[in-house]
């Protein structure tokens, strides 16, 4: 959900990691010893957002990124995921707490840590941070965004093609304008592939609420709404929540399930449900956090603000099981249109 698209996502490898428990009570992992390991490497420090690593979705392709990271550049590592209850003051202290010990880059995944960051990044300008999905003006500051409502419109096609009854669903974690995006992309998709096609919304949480992209039984609950009201294709941008919206899908038969941000059909933990999943809605967070690590590795830290398109293969359609081999030739016209500007695809519904 988290911020979109695209990008061909693949599996995520497991590390052996000691699980701790820091000071405003986020979840710890370090693969290095308790002060980042051996200081002639590069230590990276990730602040992932609620759900962590291990949500199959949006945080799971930042951490892809991090351990293709630590394969090639035998970085050390630190981890730490944020709680729905976390304060600002809470999330700040995460991103100094990397900072004081050395980290650098500090990684901030999502958008929950832009005013965060913005403190740290002041405190602290010999650090490098980057921040996932947020914009924040400062000289050491690597600000990476995604045109997610690209890769979502490329979703909508794929719907509207798919669908057998007309009817097809979104469901968003948060009601935000980046969530927002998702919806819009999705909806246009549709709407201008097949204008019979009814779209249904349904947004788990709004406003400073953000359970709505941890928690998979309130994401299974509104898509089984969603089926019994006859929608037979489902697309979730809900976090962890979307694994709920999948596994409902997968209960009913001829029902279609869209997946977010990582390959989904590809997530071990979503693996008996990949036969539901059409697709998925892919936002290569892998391809930008390993990009932002090794530019520090190298001396020339990434700065100001990066967008990952569906041009750059920022964003895109998953393939993985062949469901949509078929369609193939209608969602490559689309994804041209959308590069070349011929589409224009919106970032608001209204």
Not at 228 to 239: E, H, K, L, Q, T
């Amino acid at each position: 959900m988290r911020r979109v698209t695209k990008i061909a996502a693949a599996g995520i490898a497991s590390a052996a990691l000691a699980l701790t428990a820091t000071a405003c009570g986020s979840s710890s992992k370090d693969s290095g010893g308790g002060d980042g390991g051996n200081s002639d490497k590069l230590k990276v420090g990730v602040a992932y957002d609620v759900g962590g690593r291990g949500d199959h979705s949006f945080n799971d392709s930042a951490a892809k990124g991090l351990d293709k990271a630590k394969a090639d550049f035998g970085v050390d590592v630190k981890e730490l995921t944020a709680k729905t209850s976390d304060t600002e003051a809470d999330r700040e202290q995460r991103l100094e707490d990397l900072a004081d010990a050395g980290y650098n880059p500090v990684i901030g995944v999502g958008f929950a840590y832009a005013e965060s960051i913005t403190a740290a990044a002041k405190k602290y300008p010999k650090t490098t941070f980057a921040i996932v999905d947020s914009v924040v003006d400062a000289k050491n500051v690597d600000s990476i965004v995604f045109t997610e409502e690209q890769s979502s419109y490329l979703a909508g096609v794929a719907a509207a093609l798919k669908t057998k009854d007309n009817k097809v669903g979104f469901i968003g974690g948060v009601d935000i304008p980046l969530i927002n995006k998702f919806e819009a992309g999705f909806r246009q998709g549709v709407e201008e592939t097949n204008p019979k096609v009814k779209v249904t919304t349904q947004y788990l949480t709004s406003g400073s609420d953000i359970s709505g992209f941890s928690d998979p039984a309130k994401g299974k609950a509104a898509a089984q709404g969603m089926l019994d009201n006859g929608i037979d294709v489902i697309y979730a941008a809900a976090g962890s929540s979307g694994n709920g919206a999948i596994e409902a899908v997968a209960g009913k038969s001829g029902a279609w399930a869209i997946g977010v941000d990582s390959d989904q059909h590809e997530q071990p933990g979503l693996a008996k449900y990949k036969d539901s999943i059409l697709t998925s809605a892919l936002k290569n967070v892998d391809v930008a956090v390993y990009d932002a690590v090794k530019s520090v590795k190298d001396g020339s830290p990434l700065t100001g603000t990066r967008s990952y398109d569906l041009a750059k293969d920022g964003v895109g359609l998953s393939t993985s099981g062949g469901f949509i081999d078929d369609i193939k030739s209608q969602l490559d016209a689309a994804k041209q249109k959308i590069v070349s500007g011929e589409i224009k695809v919106k970032t608001t519904v209204k």
